[in-house]
């Protein structure tokens, strides 16, 4: 998983590291697992550097270009064709 929110990340590893000890991994197999599986970071702009997938689950954000960050939204432009126009965040997706 990837959240872009660094608060959400840390709390979906602190959730998931509970759930695996519930089901009978050890505290230091939890953690090492938990981190691997959530990661902090911006899917969109991760994309081309991670390894390659079937299927990628998720709720896209209907999020305005007018409300991201200028820089960010040239980045996205640069990497997905797809964004033009005033266009929302979920067309990159």
């Excluded at 929110?5 to 509970?18: E, I, K, N, P, Y």
């Excluded at 230091?28 to 994309?47: P, R």
């Amino acid at each position: 998983a990837i959240e872009l929110d660094s608060s959400s990340s840390t709390r979906a590893r602190r959730l998931l590291g509970s759930l695996l000890r519930t089901n009978g991994y050890d505290d230091a197999t939890s953690k090492v697992l938990a981190s691997s599986w959530v990661q902090t970071g911006d899917f969109l702009l991760d994309a081309p550097a991670l390894p390659p997938t079937d299927f990628v689950i998720g709720n896209p954000p209907y999020i305005r270009l007018e409300e991201i960050n200028p820089e960010i939204v040239q980045d996205y432009r640069r990497q997905y064709s797809t964004m033009t126009g005033r266009a929302d965040l979920y067309v990159a997706f």
